[in-house]
């Protein structure tokens, strides 16, 4: 049984399960998610806890099997724990997690929490996932997008008992507090705990923000490539100066960037083909953030400005191999640079 996060904690009140499954590349939020099913297990009676942390090839399943059906003499309830970091069980933990889901139903002295990274669609289709679905509660942890971390910050800031002014000058306080943590939730958590120390309950003004909260952001060259796309430009041009300052390879940067172009440049192909819009997005499998994004700019983008994109993206793509190129910047990220606003500040126009 699939259940969103945001309704994890109206289940645990509605009644404990014996089998529940936390899945997402969030690590605060799949912390949170666990902390939440160990603290209603305690209330449940759930003293005993026992955790399983799968690394490497030659992980002992049959110790987790084993676990399931031990119990102390002081206890006679228990908490299992199988921490999977990789995602991937392996043929002998597949079997493992398939027995332990099937003898989790109507099992009232054992509940079983299987945390997991992020799934790809294949492992979600697995038939030791499947089980875990099945016979208990799978909870997917989605990461808070950029759009949706002001809103994130300020209800996290209400659990605190504090508050930015209203209106506009609020949502500029928001808006700086998302651009210094963004890509960074455990640090943003931090953030906000430290505001709780150092003001009292209330409103927070921009200046009180802006001299407490460390430039934490983290960015990706996925995350640039989707601002790109967004016509985000200020973001954009902020994003490639923190992946520079990171040390992130220009050469992943660019492909990132590059993957795109292609990407729209076969899409436009297949649609003047006379393809469907959506049809051709699933063909060269864009879905999720992306789909949004090109479906929105496709449409109004011409064969002339696709291939003009495709030569920057052949340009910059030598120079950051090392080769010179007349009109360029010959550093990479000044390249970089003038190839992710060309396209950021034209989809921007869409």
Request: proline residues 4%; aromatic residues 6%.
């Amino acid at each position: 049984m699939q259940v969103p996060a945001m309704q994890l904690a109206s289940q645990l009140q509605r009644g404990l399960k014996s089998l529940y499954t936390l899945h997402g590349d969030e690590p605060l939020l799949i912390q949170e998610a666990a902390d939440a099913i160990r603290a209603a297990a305690r209330e449940q009676g759930y003293t005993e806890r026992t955790v399983h942390t799968v690394a490497g090839a030659h992980f002992d399943w049959g110790e987790v099997l084993a676990s399931g059906g031990s119990m102390s003499l002081f206890a006679d309830k228990q908490l299992i724990e199988i921490r999977v970091p990789s995602g991937k069980p392996g043929k002998d933990g597949s079997q493992v997690l398939q027995q332990m889901a099937e003898a989790a139903r109507d099992n009232h002295s054992t509940l079983t929490l299987v945390s997991l990274p992020r799934l790809d669609a294949a492992t979600l289709k697995g038939a030791w996932f499947a089980a875990l679905d099945s016979f208990g509660v799978t909870v997917k942890v989605d990461p808070v997008e950029r759009q949706a971390l002001p809103a994130w910050i300020a209800q996290r800031l209400q659990q605190q008992g504090q508050r930015v002014a209203a209106g506009e000058e609020g949502q500029r306080t928001l808006q700086f507090f998302a651009d210094r943590v963004e890509g960074n939730l455990l640090a943003a958590h931090q953030e906000i705990q430290k505001l709780g120390l150092l003001h009292p309950a209330g409103e927070l003004s921009l200046e009180q923000v802006e001299n407490a909260v460390l430039n934490v952001a983290r960015y990706t060259p996925f995350k640039l490539a989707e601002a790109v796309l967004g016509g985000q430009v200020l973001r954009v041009q902020r994003m490639l100066d923190g992946l520079q300052a990171e040390g992130e390879a220009a050469v992943l940067v660019h492909w990132a960037l590059a993957e795109d172009i292609r990407t729209l440049n076969r899409v436009r192909g297949a649609m003047d083909a006379g393809r469907p819009l959506p049809m051709a997005l699933r063909e060269n499998r864009v879905w999720g953030v992306k789909e949004k994004l090109m479906e929105r700019v496709l449409p109004l983008l011409k064969p002339a400005t696709l291939a003009q994109w495709l030569q920057d993206a052949h340009t910059v793509d030598g120079i950051v191999k090392g080769l010179k190129q007349s009109d360029w910047p010959a550093d990479p990220w000044g390249a970089l640079n003038r190839m992710a606003l060309r396209v950021a500040q034209a989809c921007a126009l869409k």
